[in-house]
């Protein structure tokens, strides 16, 4: 009974949908029994949290899939220390909505607040700070693993079995993660100190990029990708901090949400290009030094809720890679040329580089080098084709492509792009998969 | 949905009876967010402590537990203000447990319809009756009781725990007609199907079942204004109102 059978099911890029068993418990101590009853009915069972993992990594139609969102409690915050302990299925939205007030804040946190402790440190989410922070699995202190045979471990950085490195963007599929503990970064404002400068081309970027990071804990740039030749590479650069004083007030709950699927007609190469001009120009009209609120600073998008439905029925891919700082230009530079030729539009492209801060985490995606965002609506194989160049280019340059926003890539390039991954393998828990695993794993 | 943020001055003291039902619990956040001391009361200890601790962390003045089987009141007056002296002092009082039943059983089983008049209504009836004289003691304070749209309407599905909620209702309203011309209030909420442990063997199609935290904003305002009975979502009341004024010759056909 704990298992129900729901018809539609998809994660947020939408272009699967298969039909899932979900069970969604609400307390910590129930997990072990769900397991238990999973075990018995199904070939193998994944973890979830607010599936806003755009591909099929949270998927599982062929077994069941156990929803964490449920357990969602804080276990106890010491704020002299800023140690967070809570219950996997916590939302970073409250999270922050109970710990901003009180001068804390996420250490890393990715461009939307509705994820879950225990699927960002499944993903190991990186954020704009990624360059002196890390990414989150840097701030895990501890937390508790549950395996299908009932044990529950209790790890940390001190580890010496490899199974606290494997969760820590284990993708699920190590276990379940009960609880995670979090150090917390103190803040002294909700406002934050934004600079945002236009770039003509990607040597402007670079240059941006390195002047920036020493100075400013969060870089990111924005690039209009159906610029070409000479343009190619020009876009926004916007760099911030924590402003030091301030009030100390967590935002406004969601906007207004999209409440059904945009038309096919509706994306089409005009609708982005005229999104791309627009903010183009808005943010040449805002560029320039300004004191905003973290929230549109970090969540732009969850401004507008369930904007995924704006791709329609069938749905959207996001394309993520990092190549390394030497192939970097190139790679970035004709990643931009095939995606323009390709006429196939993205709204949004965001470029960043990572730091050389190591995660502890063994399928951590973030690597230093350079890594490119886009989104491009399901087009069948036109877009297929389009993904597999940038794929190409990708592999040639010495990268790899982000598993959170994978719903397509071929087994031998993400081998090629983890080599860890067998190592990774074996501490893998003999019920746990996904479609993704099905896909890339042994 | 409105922002609420801690006030400056004395805290609100909230007493919950039935702390683990998932619209007291999401109810129970919305006042942490303001700083309200806070007394969860039910029979599972570790899950109210665990309760307790995230509303703790979320930002309550206090937040304890106390032990107590909600069903079976042995003197509701002098455990409901044994309740009141822990909080030192009590503004706002919420009902919230409750048991859905098996209305199959129900039709069978004597002792199974018993169980859900007995908690739904008998026992729910008499920490209202103790809420509105401690309420009305002190002349001032809300007391906000969780019914159902089941009250509305007995039908075949489940009107046994319909019925305890109809009686609930007119009990709530009754409580809250005395109350008219005096300093506290009394409101009925009647929540829609809502997506809670409680109806977790259900399935939830249709675009009726609202979250807890949508009902919760319902009943988190409700103890400051409002009518004495309230529907949640708001919806609800012209649906019911509907579904009350269907002929019998019509209603009795419909497979709702
Ligand atoms: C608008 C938007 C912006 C984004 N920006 C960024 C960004 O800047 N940086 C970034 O890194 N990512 C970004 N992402 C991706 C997102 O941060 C990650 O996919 C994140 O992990 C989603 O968390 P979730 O709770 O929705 O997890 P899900 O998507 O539900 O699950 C993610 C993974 O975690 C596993 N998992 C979930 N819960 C548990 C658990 N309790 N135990 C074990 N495994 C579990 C799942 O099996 C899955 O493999 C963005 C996504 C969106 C929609």
Not at chain 1, 197 to 224: C, K, N, R
Not at chain 1, 366 to 392: I, Q
Request: charged share 20%; aromatic share 8%; glycine share 12%.
């Amino acid at each position: 009974m704990v298992f129900a059978p729901t018809s539609e099911w998809t994660s947020w890029g939408r272009v699967n949908r298969a039909p899932h068993h979900v069970a969604r418990p609400t307390w910590r101590q129930d997990i072990p029994a769900v397991v238990a009853e999973g075990r018995q009915r199904f070939p193998s069972l994944l973890p979830v949290g607010l599936r806003r993992s755009y591909g099929d990594s949270v998927l599982n139609p062929a077994g069941a899939v156990i929803d964490m969102t449920g357990v969602d409690r804080m276990i106890a915050f010491d704020p002299a220390t800023g140690v967070l302990r809570a219950d996997a299925g916590l939302s970073f939205d409250a999270l922050l909505r109970a710990l901003v007030p009180r001068g804390f804040f996420l250490p890393v946190t990715p461009g939307t607040r509705f994820v879950t402790l225990g699927g960002a440190v499944a993903n190991d989410v990186h954020g704009k700070n990624h360059h002196g922070a890390g990414t989150i699995g840097c701030w895990v202190r501890r937390l508790g693993l549950l395996r299908s045979d009932g044990r529950e471990h209790d790890l940390g950085p001190d580890d010496e079995t490899g199974l606290f490195a494997a969760t820590i963007g284990g993708l699920g599929l190590t276990g379940i993660i009960t609880w995670v503990e979090l150090s917390l970064m103190p803040i002294t404002s909700t406002m934050m100190d934004v600079e945002t400068i236009a770039f003509d081309d990607l040597d402007g970027f670079f240059a941006l990029a390195e002047a920036s990071e020493q100075a400013f804990d969060y870089t990111v740039a924005w690039v209009d990708c159906l610029a070409g030749g000479a343009r190619t590479g020009r876009g926004l650069f916007t760099r911030g901090r924590h402003a030091a004083a301030g009030p100390l007030e967590a935002g406004k709950a969601g906007g207004p949400t999209i409440p059904m699927d945009f038309p096919g007609f509706a994306l089409n190469g005009l609708s982005i290009r005229a999104f791309n001009a627009l903010y183009a120009w808005n943010g040449r009209r805002t560029a320039g030094n300004s004191i905003q609120h973290y929230q549109p600073f970090f969540y732009p998008l969850d401004a507008i809720g369930q904007w995924n439905r704006m791709y329609g029925q069938r749905g959207m891919f996001q394309y993520q890679s990092v190549v390394p700082p030497d192939a970097a230009r190139d790679a970035t530079a004709a990643m931009l040329r095939a995606i323009a030729s390709a006429g196939e539009g993205s709204f949004l492209a965001v470029l960043k580089t990572f730091g050389d801060r190591p995660s502890p985490g063994m399928l951590s995606f973030p690597s230093p080098g350079t890594t490119l965002a886009l989104d491009f609506p399901n087009r069948g194989d036109g877009t297929l084709a389009l993904l597999a160049r940038l794929d190409a280019i990708v592999r040639e340059a010495g990268g790899k492509l982000y598993p959170a926003k994978d719903g397509r890539i071929p087994r031998d390039m993400f081998r090629a792009g983890y080599p860890g991954w067998e190592r990774f393998a074996s501490h893998v828990d003999p019920l746990m998969s996904s479609m993704f695993w099905n896909r890339v794993g042994p | 949905m409105t922002e609420i943020t801690p006030q400056p001055g004395p805290r609100l003291r909230v007493l919950i009876l039935g702390g683990t039902s998932g619209i007291a619990e999401a109810t129970a956040r919305l006042y942490a967010a303001e700083g309200a001391d806070i007394l969860l009361v039910g029979r599972d200890r570790t899950k109210l402590d665990t309760i307790a601790a995230d509303l703790g962390v979320r930002g309550a003045g206090r937040a304890e537990v106390a032990i107590s089987d909600l069903a079976a009141p042995a003197d509701a007056a002098a455990e409901l203000s044994g309740f009141a002296a822990t909080l030192g002092g009590v503004d706002h009082i919420l009902v919230a447990y409750g048991i859905l039943g098996d209305q199959a059983e129900a039709a069978r089983d004597a002792a199974a319809a018993e169980r859900i008049m007995t908690v739904n209504f008998n026992s729910a009836a008499a920490w209202c009756l103790a809420a509105a004289n401690l309420l009305e003691s002190q002349g001032r304070g809300s007391l906000v009781v969780l019914g159902s749209v089941a009250g509305d309407r007995g039908r075949r599905q489940n009107f046994v725990y319909g019925a305890a909620k109809a009686g609930l209702a007119a009990l709530v309203e009754g409580i809250a007609h005395r109350f008219a011309a005096t300093g506290p209030r009394a409101v009925l909420v009647k929540p829609g199907p809502t997506i809670t442990a409680m109806t977790a063997g259900m399935t939830r199609k249709g675009l009726l079942w609202a979250k807890p935290e949508a009902v919760a904003a319902v009943v988190r305002r409700a103890a400051d204004k409002g009518g004495p009975v309230v529907y949640a979502p708001w919806f609800w009341r012209f649906i019911m109102l509907i579904i009350r004024f269907l002929p019998a010759s019509i209603f009795n056909r419909l497979d709702i």
